[in-house]
């Protein structure tokens, strides 16, 4: 069967939500559901879950490593994690989190297992928190199969997004579902007052394309005002998702170059055309910079009417609401909307998003990869269990007060993510081939006098075949082995 997992380098992710402060003083707030939700959290449907007393990893402690904690509570205006409520009510099984800081978390992490004392899982993903292929060719992480099998019915709906994480014929990733990444986000009042199209209705009328989104770029950024349309650090990463394509791309265990692809080309000649006329907020010589104003937050300048669009993934606005109104807009009041990026106006008339696994990794030494694999199973149980995704949306809508607008919005990206999968796996690869990819990738916005395209590839071509080439190798001699 074809499949292809194709990736670009955007390494720089949301620092700010991700990235660990130190271990601090955190008190758990136990917060429990109504009695009919957890009800319907354990209703069947259709596909179930094992029993407590045949479970395995019922009523133990699995250590989860990590930067964050998805898991517990710390205040009362958090969601409810309902995989891991299951997990706890059900089978009577915790979390114990194991603290990291973003930066230092291989270093850790390495330092545990040396010492033996391996926590069990870590956060399966992409892009910038991607551990394959080389964490797992290095043995810090172990094939799942013992633990998980994807011919089972409660892991069909994920079953072929996790043969993008094979070595030898066997899966290092527990996939617990496949969702969206960057999104286009705005100010519905800030649309209004310039009198533009509302893009989600663009999007509903399939018109929302390039040459659309660039015109509304133009006529809205004007340096002299400190008002750029675009800002942060993902719209380049969105805009060349959109086309279907990526820069780097994999077919049947092979990586190969993409380079060459119109529809990378073209993406990279709108973005080009983008900063050079002035779209794209910048600080002096640097072109991919965050404004100030507002603590470099990510959203700042949209509720001011000073940016435009911001690319980003919609965890944005799973913040509490007076953090999220004075960037964004009030979103009580219907400000805040997002929608698919615009799609390529020459293209196959697909809308693409990036599509983000989300899910775990078991770490080598660890002792409790059976109770991981059973939070794994409550989290995918939750996922496909209809009444359960009811209150996750009834979670949204009270707790960030989400409108109906936005939540049938996330539906639609979702959807468009799953149907044609675009995934980034670049953050886990050799140096050489990350450095080469990461100047390729980022060389247009980042520059005071950015190269075209063409000028790119001609520059960094030999190179990034070289690397690709020894990558190959390397996989190659991983799974004779």
């Given at each position: 069967?074809?499949?292809?997992?194709?990736?670009?380098?955007?390494?720089?992710?949301?620092?700010?939500?991700?990235?660990?402060?130190?271990?601090?003083?955190?008190?758990?707030?136990?917060?429990?559901?109504?009695?009919?939700?957890?009800?319907?959290?354990?209703?069947?449907?259709?596909?179930?879950?094992?029993?407590?007393?045949?479970?395995?990893?019922?009523?133990?402690?699995?250590?989860?490593?990590?930067?964050?904690?998805?898991?517990?509570?710390?205040?009362?205006?958090?969601?409810?994690?309902?995989?891991?409520?299951?997990?706890?009510?059900?089978?009577?099984?915790?979390?114990?989190?194991?603290?990291?800081?973003?930066?230092?978390?291989?270093?850790?992490?390495?330092?545990?297992?040396?010492?033996?004392?391996?926590?069990?899982?870590?956060?399966?993903?992409?892009?910038?928190?991607?551990?394959?292929?080389?964490?797992?060719?290095?043995?810090?992480?172990?094939?799942?199969?013992?633990?998980?099998?994807?011919?089972?019915?409660?892991?069909?709906?994920?079953?072929?997004?996790?043969?993008?994480?094979?070595?030898?014929?066997?899966?290092?990733?527990?996939?617990?579902?496949?969702?969206?990444?960057?999104?286009?986000?705005?100010?519905?009042?800030?649309?209004?007052?310039?009198?533009?199209?509302?893009?989600?209705?663009?999007?509903?009328?399939?018109?929302?394309?390039?040459?659309?989104?660039?015109?509304?770029?133009?006529?809205?950024?004007?340096?002299?005002?400190?008002?750029?349309?675009?800002?942060?650090?993902?719209?380049?990463?969105?805009?060349?998702?959109?086309?279907?394509?990526?820069?780097?791309?994999?077919?049947?265990?092979?990586?190969?170059?993409?380079m060459d692809s119109p529809e990378i080309e073209r993406?990279?000649?709108?973005?080009?055309?983008?900063?050079?006329?002035?779209?794209?907020?910048?600080?002096?010589?640097?072109?991919?910079?965050?404004?100030?104003?507002?603590?470099?937050?990510?959203?700042?300048?949209?509720?001011?009417?000073?940016?435009?669009?911001?690319?980003?993934?919609?965890?944005?606005?799973?913040?509490?609401?007076?953090?999220?109104?004075?960037?964004?807009?009030?979103?009580?009041?219907?400000?805040?909307?997002?929608?698919?990026?615009?799609?390529?106006?020459?293209?196959?008339?697909?809308?693409?998003?990036?599509?983000?696994?989300?899910?775990?990794?078991?770490?080598?030494?660890?002792s409790n990869h059976a109770g991981a694999a059973l939070?794994?199973?409550?989290?995918?149980?939750?996922?496909?269990?209809?009444?359960?995704?009811?209150?996750?949306?009834?979670?949204?809508?009270?707790?960030?007060?989400?409108?109906?607008?936005?939540?049938?919005?996330?539906?639609?990206?979702?959807?468009?993510?799953?149907?044609?999968?675009?995934?980034?796996?670049?953050?886990?690869?050799?140096?050489?081939?990350?450095?080469?990819?990461?100047?390729?990738?980022?060389?247009?916005?980042?520059?005071?006098?950015?190269?075209?395209?063409?000028?790119?590839?001609?520059?960094?071509?030999?190179?990034?075949?070289?690397?690709?080439?020894?990558?190959?190798?390397?996989?190659?001699?991983?799974?004779?082995?």
């Open positions: 069967m074809f499949k292809r997992i194709s990736a670009i380098l955007c390494t720089i992710i949301m620092v700010v939500a991700l990235v660990g402060c130190g271990t601090s003083t955190r008190e758990v707030v136990y917060l429990t559901l109504s009695t009919d939700d957890s009800v319907a959290i354990l209703a069947a449907a259709g596909i179930t879950l094992p029993d407590v007393d045949e479970a395995e990893g019922a009523g133990t402690t699995v250590k989860w490593f990590a930067w964050y904690d998805p898991f517990n509570n710390y205040s009362e205006d958090e969601i409810v994690n309902t995989g891991y409520y299951t997990f706890t009510e059900k089978y009577g099984s915790s979390i114990e989190w194991i603290e990291t800081n973003y930066f230092d978390r291989f270093d850790d992490l390495a330092n545990l297992i040396l010492s033996s004392k391996s926590p069990d899982m870590y956060p399966a993903g992409a892009n910038a928190t991607a551990v394959y292929p080389m964490k797992c060719i290095k043995g810090t992480f172990t094939a799942v199969d013992d633990y998980i099998d994807y011919t089972n019915p409660l892991w069909s709906g994920v079953a072929e997004t996790a043969d993008y994480f094979v070595l030898g014929d066997e899966h290092y990733a527990i996939v617990t579902d496949l969702t969206y990444n960057y999104v286009v986000s705005y100010n519905r009042r800030v649309i209004e007052e310039w009198g533009f199209d509302d893009p989600a209705e663009l999007y509903y009328n399939n018109e929302w394309t390039w040459d659309v989104f660039y015109e509304m770029c133009l006529d809205f950024s004007d340096g002299d005002e400190n008002r750029y349309a675009l800002d942060g650090y993902s719209y380049q990463c969105g805009l060349i998702d959109s086309t279907g394509q990526q820069i780097l791309q994999i077919e049947d265990g092979v990586f190969y170059s993409n993406v990279q000649n709108l973005i080009y055309d983008l900063v050079k006329n002035g779209c794209t907020y910048h600080e002096g010589d640097n072109y991919w910079a965050l404004r100030t104003k507002g603590g470099a937050q990510f959203g700042a300048g949209i509720a001011d009417g000073l940016c435009l669009f911001y690319i980003i993934g919609t965890g944005a606005f799973t913040m509490p609401v007076d953090e999220i109104t004075p960037l964004w807009g009030d979103i009580t009041e219907g400000e805040v909307m997002f929608c698919p990026i615009p799609r390529d106006s020459s293209g196959d008339g697909n809308y693409y998003l990036l599509s983000s696994p989300k899910g775990y990794m078991l770490i080598t030494g660890g939070l794994a199973a409550c989290e995918r149980f939750k996922i496909i269990d209809p009444t359960v995704v009811d209150i996750d949306q009834k979670q949204l809508k009270e707790i960030y007060l989400w409108t109906d607008e936005m939540l049938a919005m996330d539906d639609i990206c979702y959807e468009l993510a799953a149907s044609h999968q675009i995934m980034d796996i670049t953050g886990d690869l050799p140096e050489g081939l990350d450095n080469a990819l990461g100047i390729i990738s980022n060389g247009i916005t980042r520059d005071k006098s950015p190269s075209t395209w063409a000028q790119l590839k001609e520059t960094y071509r030999d190179q990034i075949d070289y690397y690709i080439e020894e990558l190959n190798a390397q996989i190659d001699e991983y799974n004779a082995r």
